[in-house]
Antibody
Framework: QITLKESGPTLVKPTQTLTLTCTFS??????????VGWIRQPPGKALEWLAL???????RYSPSLKSRLTITKDTSKNQVVLTMTNMDPVDTATYYC???????????WGQGTLVTVSS | VIWMTQSPSLLSASTGDRVTISCRMS??????LAWYQQKPGKAPELLIY???TLQSGVPSRFSGSGSGTDFTLTISCLQSEDFATYYC?????????FGQGTKVEIK
């Protein structure tokens, strides 16, 4: 059974760096074809893909946010960490992590964590 | 960047109706398209991947079709639990992109 759960601060101040952790179970990030992605959703708005990391450490980023994002994995801890620098109120959103298997899309999602950016 | 046009943005329907949602790409993506259902306050759930393959556990009233640039999600007989927002997503090339969503509401 695959599960993922996001954790991190619920409130950050403008200009601060956000660090989110995705802790998962039921799969290994050392298995060929497997990846973990991050997606966010501002309140009342559509989904936005942010970044992903594959089993072979291949990393991909949204071009519009690439300068602010870093994604890493810790295979031994079954965790993926996303950092986003220079947070702004427009970054207020629910942040989700999701499991990726080759050509199957985002097939398992975490429950999401709401991050509010406010002074 | 592959741009996606999802339509309609709002669909009013009744239980038992057949509904279709469209997703059009700015360039061809073969069949690298997924459909998700999202209910208020919940994470999205995968319904269909590879344009037409039903995810395990998803009712057969959901179906997907299309390839290249034009795709469709069809719900053959709308049930009460199907009132939700639906998103298409391409994973043919980076950056992955989502449609703007279609809210299916009770007529």
């Amino acid at each position: 059974q695959i599960t993922l759960k996001e954790s991190g601060p619920t409130l950050v101040k403008p200009t601060q760096t956000l660090t989110l952790t995705c802790t998962f179970s039921g799969f290994s990030l050392s298995t060929s074809g497997v990846g973990v992605g991050w997606i966010r959703q501002p309140p009342g708005k559509a989904l936005e893909w942010l970044a992903l990391i594959y089993w072979n450490d291949d990393k991909r980023y949204s071009p519009s946010l690439k300068s602010r994002l870093t994604i890493t994995k810790d295979t031994s801890k079954n965790q993926v960490v996303l950092t986003m620098t220079n947070m702004d109120p427009v970054d207020t959103a629910t942040y989700y992590c999701a499991h990726i298997l080759h050509d199957y899309g985002l097939d398992y999602w975490g429950q999401g964590t709401l991050v509010t950016v406010s002074s | 960047v592959i741009w996606m046009t999802q339509s309609p943005s709002l669909l009013s329907a009744s239980t038992g109706d057949r509904v279709t949602i469209s997703c059009r790409m700015s360039q061809g993506i073969s069949s690298y398209l997924a459909w998700y259902q999202q209910k208020p306050g919940k994470a999205p759930e995968l319904l269909i991947y590879a344009a037409s393959t039903l995810q395990s556990g998803v009712p057969s009233r959901f179906s997907g079709s299309g390839s290249g640039t034009d795709f469709t999600l069809t719900i053959s007989c709308l049930q009460s639990e199907d009132f939700a927002t639906y998103y298409c997503q391409q994973y043919y090339s980076f950056p992955w992109t989502f449609g703007q969503g279609t809210k299916v509401e009770i007529k």
